[in-house]
């Protein structure tokens, strides 16, 4: 099965697909946001120029815990690890989701102004790891799990933060009959052309969702402010 498209036309029926579309704190659709339709629906640790396969990813990830503590310390929990090094940057086989659809529509449309951008809107995956899931559970599995984090970051917490969890790194997302209506797929692309993408931010700057708010810290202040006044010098 393919993934079903849906083009957004105008910014009022966002609000209609995220009604019918909705969270529930995680239990019901997974949102995330990507600027460009032609990026693959796929963690960085699976994309050709990381992916290391026979699970060896698993192993980069280890060399960055016995670095990583020299610079922060960090949980005994392996997935809450693995999150703490996806934020960083480092490539993983965890995907970003969030909760919250409009995080979603800012990261489909913060980049990237001359390319169409994508909300996929994902039922809660059927299998869930959790906090006691350890490295060799990851190791062993197959398959794309979902995985709701404690709130272990303030980018986690600010960005409603959820992961699937690709076994191995570069296992896709099937496309299959959704769980709760049959009818429907499981998974929806929600593609939100370049005509429309500033005028989204700017109605998520007036709704609070900036860099300054999903990215607490200097950084994302900064960027924000920046932003900020090139949105008054285009206006003048």
Known sequence: MEIPSHQLENIENLHLVFRGYRSHDGFGHWYRGQA????????????????????????RFRNWCQQAIAYSSLPSNDLERLAIAQHHGLATRLLDWTKNPLVACFFACCESPDSD????????????????????DITNNTGVFGYIP???????????GLFTVHCDASQE????????????CNILQLVIP?????????LL??????????????????SHINRHTLRIKSRT
Request: with cysteine; glycine share 8%; net charge negative.
């Open 36 to 59: 460009d339709t032609s990026w693959q629906l796929l963690p960085k640790a699976g994309r050709p120029e990381y992916h290391l396969p026979d699970n060896r990813d698993l192993g």
């Open 117 to 136: 951008g994508s909300v996929y809107i994902l039922e809660t995956p059927e299998h869930l790891l959790t906090d006691k899931s350890t490295i060799g």
């Open 150 to 160: 404690n709130a272990i970051t303030p980018r986690v917490l600010n960005q409603k």
């Open 173 to 184: 997302i099937a496309a299959t009959c959704s769980r709760i209506q049959g009818k429907f």
């Open 194 to 202: 370049t005509r429309l993408k500033r005028e989204v931010i700017d």
């Open 205 to 222: 700057d007036d709704y609070g969702v900036d860099r300054s708010a999903l990215f607490p810290d200097l950084d994302g202040l900064s």
